[in-house]
């Protein structure tokens, strides 16, 4: 099943969601803002995209800039803000069968369909 965890307030996410319904195949939406993931959940995910959380960060988010931005932080804590903070995580993320991609730009979800 692929997974999007989209922001309909957000240009780039839903570019990404048109992506998919073009695409034909069955997939979920996850409105993350509103049903935020576990700390377990955005760990899986980083791992899916093979990148560390500091690269799922919105660093241009003012909850970022005035809160995290200077701090020395471990990935545990940087995920735990993302957690608290669902607005500092970069969207769309596209998920399947355990392979994730960051729709930014938005072709990039095509490398996983």
Same mark, same amino acid.
């Given at each position: 099943?692929?997974?999007?965890y ?8 839903? /570019?990404?969601?048109?992506?998919l !319904? $073009?695409?034909? =195949? *069955?997939?979920?939406?996850? %409105?993350?803002?509103? &049903? ?11 791992n ?6 500091? /690269?799922?960060?919105?660093?241009? !988010? $003012?909850?970022? =800039? *005035?809160?995290?931005?200077? %701090?020395?932080?471990? &990935? ?24 994730a ?10 490398t996983?369909?």
């Open positions: 099943m692929i997974k999007i989209h922001n309909p307030r957000c240009r780039k996410s839903r /570019e990404g969601l048109q992506l !319904e $073009a695409s034909g =195949k *069955e997939f979920e939406i996850v %409105k993350y803002l509103e &049903d935020v993931p576990s700390k377990k959940e955005l760990q899986e995910i980083i899916y995209l093979g990148i560390h959380p500091i /690269e799922l960060i919105r660093k241009n !988010e $003012a909850i970022w =800039k *005035e809160q995290y931005k200077n %701090k020395d932080m471990t &990935d545990d804590e940087i995920v735990e803000a993302m957690v608290s903070n669902p607005k500092l995580i970069e969207r769309p993320i596209v998920v399947k069968n355990k392979v991609v960051i729709g930014r730009p938005p072709e990039n979800i095509k996983i369909l």
